[in-house]
């Protein structure tokens, strides 16, 4: 019976999508970053993280909007006209606001994109202001799964990813607090635990193979240790070798 409607919403939506990537030029792609080998992965989040940002618009909108409506009620109970010439701006300002955040909810979710490759890991999200952030998994201490009682309703949890020295980071405008320099934070995941183990699989991989570029001083202390009858003359020879490579690759 309501999908006339949901088809007529997911049509709106559909053309607000499109004027805001055009009008922010937000990219429509998740984004890429380099890889060793393999293709990268890209993960986005679980429809129920969408319900659960559904869930907290009716907890804040929906009380904001019956007070307007019980102080309209009790003008009409004494003022039959102004509560009639009241109507046109009280409509505007419940639904206004309403339409606002149910599209920037729709937005938020629509934006957020998760990024792995075989040496990092990238998150993107925002609109007005888009914030990237990028680990290496050189960098990366610990890997957890949180999610609480209300996450657990939705069938989400969060995967937090924590470093050392911090990741890199890639911000168009003010930083944001969920975004720091030493966390990254993939929200909204229902397959969290599955995700964390591929996640720590390439950590392992990463350091065993030596992918990441953040310790070019602990490479010259393998080179070093592996073979201590070298002289200095072949370590920076060695280095300079290393350092073509790279640039080559």
Do not use: C
């Given at each position: 019976?309501?999908?006339?409607?949901?088809?007529?919403?997911?049509?709106?939506?559909?053309?607000?999508?499109?004027?805001?990537?055009?009008?922010?030029?937000?990219?429509?792609?998740?984004?890429?970053?380099?890889?060793?080998?393999?293709?990268?992965?890209?993960?986005?989040?679980?429809?129920?993280?969408?319900?659960?940002?559904?869930?907290?618009?009716?907890?804040?909108?929906?009380?904001?909007?019956?007070?307007?409506?019980?102080?309209?009620?009790?003008?009409?109970?004494?003022?039959?006209?102004?509560?009639?010439?009241?109507?046109?701006?009280?409509?505007?300002?419940?639904?206004?606001?309403?339409?606002?955040?149910?599209?920037?909810?729709?937005?938020?979710?629509?934006?957020?994109?998760?990024?792995?490759t075989d040496r990092s890991l990238r998150i993107?999200?925002?609109?007005?202001?888009?914030?990237?952030?990028?680990?290496?998994?050189?960098?990366?201490?610990?890997?957890?799964?949180?999610?609480?009682?209300?996450?657990?309703?939705?069938?989400?949890?969060?995967?937090?990813?924590?470093?050392?020295?911090?990741?890199?980071?890639?911000?168009?405008?003010?930083?944001?607090?969920?975004?720091?320099?030493?966390?990254?934070?993939?929200?909204?995941?229902?397959?969290?635990?599955?995700?964390?183990?591929?996640?720590?699989?390439?950590?392992?991989?990463?350091?065993?193979?030596?992918?990441?570029?953040?310790?070019?001083?602990?490479?010259?202390?393998?080179?070093?240790?592996?073979?201590?009858?070298?002289?200095?003359?072949?370590?920076?020879?060695?280095?300079?070798?290393?350092?073509?490579?790279?640039?080559?690759?």
């Amino acid at each position: 019976m309501n999908r006339p409607v949901d088809a007529a919403a997911a049509w709106i939506y559909r053309g607000v999508w499109a004027s805001v990537v055009a009008l922010f030029r937000i990219p429509p792609d998740p984004p890429t970053l380099p890889a060793v080998s393999g293709p990268a992965r890209s993960i986005r989040p679980s429809p129920g993280f969408l319900r659960y940002l559904k869930f907290f618009f009716w907890l804040l909108f929906v009380p904001g909007d019956v007070l307007p409506l019980i102080a309209w009620g009790a003008i009409y109970t004494q003022n039959v006209t102004l509560a009639l010439a009241l109507i046109a701006p009280l409509v505007v300002i419940l639904i206004a606001p309403d339409v606002i955040a149910y599209v920037a909810i729709h937005l938020r979710y629509d934006t957020t994109w998760y990024v792995l490759t075989d040496r990092s890991l990238r998150i993107r999200r925002g609109i007005w202001v888009m914030h990237e952030t990028t680990i290496s998994f050189e960098n990366v201490q610990n890997v957890e799964v949180r999610q609480g009682p209300l996450q657990r309703y939705f069938g989400i949890a969060d995967v937090v990813v924590q470093t050392a020295g911090g990741g890199a980071r890639h911000s168009k405008g003010e930083s944001g607090a969920s975004l720091s320099a030493h966390i990254g934070i993939l929200q909204g995941l229902d397959d969290a635990h599955a995700v964390r183990t591929m996640i720590l699989d390439r950590v392992r991989r990463s350091r065993s193979t030596g992918l990441g570029d953040d310790h070019p001083h602990r490479e010259d202390a393998v080179l070093a240790s592996s073979a201590p009858a070298l002289t200095t003359t072949h370590v920076l020879a060695l280095r300079e070798i290393r350092d073509i490579a790279r640039r080559l690759s």
